[in-house]
Nanobody, 130 residues
Framework: QVVLVESGGGSVQAGGSLRLSCRVS????????MGWFRQAPGKEREGVAA????????YYADSVKGRFTISQDNAKNTVYLQMNSLKPEDTAMYYC???????????????????????WGQGTQVTVSS
């Protein structure tokens, strides 16, 4: 059984940084699509970043380009989201997502849709104060 566990959320002031981690158990995510989504109260879930595990391609929502970086550590079966220059509008619950084992790399613009995501983590809260 595939399980995703996020960590690293917290409260920071605007301009600060946080690094989120998503550890995967139950399957070695190599040559797959993984990513981060977020949902703020009263708003729809939105894609933040995605990565081709074992590959080089990364994808970002326009709202976080230049500030957030998604990366992976294959040895630890973990995906990270480094968030710099945080803004109050980044406040949300952040969720890690992964496609099915054998599902291949990300297609198109994975931050524009969530239909590719099959497994989800429990979420980690990020709060940015002004």
């Amino acid at each position: 059984q595939v399980v995703l566990v996020e960590s690293g959320g917290g409260s920071v002031q605007a301009g600060g940084s946080l690094r989120l981690s998503c550890r995967v158990s139950g399957y070695t995510y190599n040559s797959n699509c993984m990513g981060w989504f977020r949902q703020a109260p009263g708003k729809e879930r939105e894609g933040v970043a995605a990565i081709n595990t074992g590959g080089r391609n990364t994808y970002y929502a326009d709202s976080v380009k230049g500030r957030f970086t998604i990366s992976q550590d294959n040895a630890k079966n973990t995906v990270y989201l480094q968030m710099n220059s945080l803004k109050p509008e980044d406040t949300a619950m952040y969720y890690c997502a992964a496609n099915r084992p054998g599902g291949g790399w990300c297609l198109g613009r994975p931050t524009d849709r969530s239909g590719w995501a099959y497994y989800w983590g429990q979420g980690t809260q990020v709060t940015v104060s002004s």
